[in-house]
């Protein structure tokens, strides 16, 4: 098994940019696909964008398209999400994930393993 530790989290105001990270231990992060979630208050877990190491495949949902970037250090075990041009509707708990099979999902469901969340807060 993976623990995830998530980092980075914090207020930043509309249009700046925040990177946040994900740091494995228990096994080498490279073996697992790993996904970022978000969820906000009141509201279902989301999908936010999923990396498989093998090729670098990425896969992000439609509303962070063009603002984020996930990516991974192997050699560190550490997984980030770079974040850009953060709107309010960004704010959230974001969670670190992470799935045996080197397939690119985006429901929750998919994912066996979990960070405890790191809170972004975008101001209006």
């Known amino acids: 098994q993976v623990r995830l530790v998530e980092s980075g989290g914090g207020l930043v105001q509309t249009g700046g940019s925040l990177s946040l990270s994900c740091a494995a231990s228990?096994?080498?992060?490279?073996?697992?696909?790993v996904g970022w979630f978000r969820q906000a208050p009141g509201k279902e877990r989301e999908f936010v964008a999923a990396f498989r190491w093998v090729d670098d495949m990425e896969r992000y949902a439609d509303s962070v398209k063009g603002r984020f970037t996930i990516f991974g250090d192997s050699d560190k075990n550490l997984a980030y999400l770079q974040m850009t041009n953060l709107k309010p509707d960004d704010t959230a708990v974001y969670y670190c994930a992470a799935r045996t099979w080197p397939t690119v999902e985006t429901t929750a469901d998919q994912y066996e393993y979990w960070g405890q969340g790191t809170q972004v807060t975008v101001t209006s």
């Open positions: 228990g096994r080498t992060f490279s073996s697992y696909t």
